[in-house]
């Protein structure tokens, strides 16, 4: 007897220990894209009652809090919606709308650069809406002594060829490169439209998840660098202008600034009814100027120029 | 008319009894369902990575190269195990004496004021959230080690510290009650004999204790082990074999909880992070027998 009562004392002991070892997904992933181009029906004002239902959205946690809030606003419109939004991070979020377990994923990158090979699939049976834009910007320690980077200065930074700040004009300082996680869509975005090149981590480089955290990583830590999307941007670091154009939302806006991206909400499909009113709220003025410029987005419809999966960029 | 009450009390007792066992039996079935569910998922998942993905076991715990996102992708995993294990040991190392002391300050050398006062605060640090850990962590000891030792602070020392600060309370509550439970006669004899306190401290009490003590620290290594967001805020998470305390290096708790949002469901880095968790798990069932196995020898 008591050496059975004793086992399921350890199978419970177990159970909790390997329930808290792997519970804790709590990253704070704040990214990188926004957008609007794919958006194919003309934003139009919603009236009230006329949908009802309920909303499951997952996905990206860089667009969580930008969903919440026009959800928040949708709700109270429309009396008879219901919106649930959960985090999760991007992939997270495409394979839940894949698998139809969500109405809406989030995602900060294309569902094609996420879904591949197997399950390329899974990507062509998703709609994509992009809602806004982010834009991500280098920044340093303010100590380095530099604010501006061309392309080639930043591939050699982030690859370890570059490894003093004086090489690049600056402090007589050793760089230190505060990076997010290889699967991070923000260091996705980074990587392909201001370094044009996947890298490798480097041996004592950091890795943060949390864009806070990054910032804070940046501000204390003498000669290091990192990039950040450019709500977060404040005086405890220091913006790096890239290739002589500064990282502002007019000159992403203008499609000067090329280190941008847009923030997907993916449906399985042609949205129902529901669904699509959720979204074309999304573009409508009232959003896209209010809750998205708000919360440190740019607005997608204010976009001059657009993009496609494959990074080739046209005016609008 | 008694007899007709008594009866109905005995038939009250029944369907009490009968609620009462019906109610357990429900919850222990549970509890079975879902740990077996959840070690065939963990399990499941982490195999995929050998049976469905065609990594070799070799290549997954021996290599060293974690670049799954490359266009040759390689799933070295070895970093994060031994990153794992030395955060853990050092964490266990500093923790230990530390935790040690406190047990033996309450029960033996102070039991009254002592133990009102310190047992209190050591059991509020294991209510704090681990989020508050690696905040302190990053705004207090990394500043500190950046200060005073070469390196950016962030690395293998502040992820043990962190941890050990966490693991405190497990090792000296497990600790201090299995010295309070000593029984007394042990120690009266000892001071019969004319052995001063330390003498009785360091001959009898800690050898008769030691399996229940281990006990305590193989609790907090447990714990140390699956400790995931504290010591991913101030590790660093480099994807490779620390050479220094000060350097940059991740644990397996680290990398899933970094990888696990942004990768989707079925791909090769996702089933490889399960399988990562399920090195986890293996490791959580080892402590859990190592446990079992000193609380034998303690019984003897």
Redesign the interface.
């Known amino acids: 007897m008591r050496s059975k009562k004793?086992w399921?004392m350890?199978?419970?002991?177990?159970?909790v220990?390997?329930?808290?070892?792997?519970g804790?997904?709590?990253?704070n992933?704040t990214a990188a894209n926004g957008g609007n181009a794919g958006a194919s029906s003309a934003p139009t004002e919603t009236s009230g009652a006329e949908v009802s239902g309920s909303i499951l959205a997952s996905g990206s946690?860089a667009l969580q809090p930008l969903v919440e809030q026009v959800a928040e606003k949708f709700m109270e419109k429309n009396a008879g919606v219901d919106i649930q939004v959960q985090?999760?991070?991007?992939?997270?979020g495409?394979?839940q709308v894949?698998?139809k377990q969500v109405d809406i994923g989030n995602s900060d990158v294309f569902a094609e650069e996420?879904?591949?090979d197997?399950?390329a699939e899974k990507a062509k049976a998703l709609v994509d809406h992009q809602v806004a834009v982010v834009a991500i910007a280098a920044v340093a320690h303010p100590d380095a002594g530099v604010d501006n980077l061309t392309k080639q200065q930043l591939v050699d930074i982030f690859t370890g060829k570059i490894t003093n700040w004086k090489e690049v004009g600056g402090a007589d300082q050793k760089i230190?490169i505060i990076n997010r996680?290889?699967?991070?869509?923000t260091r996705a975005t980074f990587e392909k439209f201001a370094l044009g090149t996947?890298t490798?981590?480097?041996?004592?480089?950091?890795?943060?998840?949390s864009s806070g955290?990054v910032k804070?990583?940046i501000g204390?830590?003498p000669g290091a660098i990192g990039y950040l999307a450019l709500s977060y941007l404040d005086e405890s670091v220091k913006t790096l202008n890239y290739d002589s154009v500064e990282p502002s939302v007019d000159n992403v806006v203008s499609g000067k600034y090329p280190v941008w991206a847009y923030e997907h909400m993916y449906t399985n499909g042609e949205p129902n009814a529901t669904v699509k009113a959720f979204l074309d709220y999304f573009l409508t003025d009232e959003v896209q100027n209010g809750d998205v410029t708000e919360l440190g987005y740019i607005p997608a419809n204010k976009m001059q120029v657009s993009r496609d999966v494959e990074g080739t960029v046209t005016n609008k | 008319m008694r007899a007709q009450s008594s009866k109905s009390r005995i038939e009250k007792h029944h369907i009490e009894d009968l609620i009462g066992r019906s109610y357990m039996s429900f919850c222990?079935l549970l509890?079975?369902v879902?740990?077996v569910s959840?070690?065939y998922f963990?399990t499941s998942r982490g195999i995929s990575t050998f049976a469905i993905d065609k990594v070799s076991f070799s290549d997954f715990f021996f290599g060293t190269n974690?670049?799954?996102?490359?266009d040759h992708p390689s799933f070295g995993a070895l970093p994060f195990i031994a990153g794992s294990f030395i955060t853990t040991l050092l964490a266990a190392l500093i923790a230990s004496p530390l935790s040690i002391c406190a047990a033996l300050f309450m029960t033996e050398i102070v039991p009254g004021w002592g133990k009102k006062l310190l047992q209190p605060v050591i059991e509020l640090l294991s209510g704090i959230p681990?989020?508050v850990y690696g905040f302190v962590g990053?705004s207090v000891i990394?500043?500190f080690l950046?200060n005073v030792f070469p390196g950016?602070?962030?690395g293998v020392a502040a992820g043990a510290l962190v941890l050990s600060v966490m693991i405190l309370p497990t090792i000296t509550s497990v600790a201090a009650d299995a010295l309070s439970a000593l029984p007394q006669n042990l120690k009266e004899s000892s001071f019969a004999l004319g052995a001063t306190r330390w003498q009785t401290i360091a001959r009898v009490i800690i050898p008769t204790t030691l399996p229940a003590i281990l006990t305590g620290v193989v609790l907090g290594m447990?714990?140390a082990?699956?400790e995931?967001?504290a010591v991913?805020?101030v590790i660093?998470?480099?994807?490779?074999i620390p050479t220094s305390l000060f350097?940059?290096a991740s644990t397996l708790?680290s990398v899933?909880?970094?990888?696990?949002?942004?990768?989707?469901?079925?791909?090769p880095?996702?089933n490889a992070l399960w399988s990562m968790?399920l090195v986890?798990?293996l490791m959580?069932?080892l402590?859990?027998f190592i446990v079992?196995m000193l609380?034998k020898r303690r019984s003897i």
């Open positions: 004793s399921i350890a199978l419970a002991l177990t159970s220990l390997a329930l808290s070892a792997c804790n997904n709590g990253g992933n946690t985090g999760g991070g991007s992939g997270t495409l394979t894949a698998e996420k879904l591949k197997a399950d230190q996680p290889a699967s991070s869509g996947k490798e981590d480097l041996p004592g480089s950091i890795q943060e998840d955290t804070k990583m204390e830590t | 222990v509890l079975i879902s740990i959840m070690v963990v974690w670049s799954p996102e490359g681990s989020v990053l990394v500043p950046r950016q602070g962030i447990a714990r082990f699956g995931a967001l991913q805020m660093g998470n480099a994807p490779f350097e940059s708790t899933i909880t970094l990888g696990m949002g942004n990768t989707t469901m079925g791909s880095q996702n968790a986890l798990m959580t069932f402590f859990v079992r609380e």
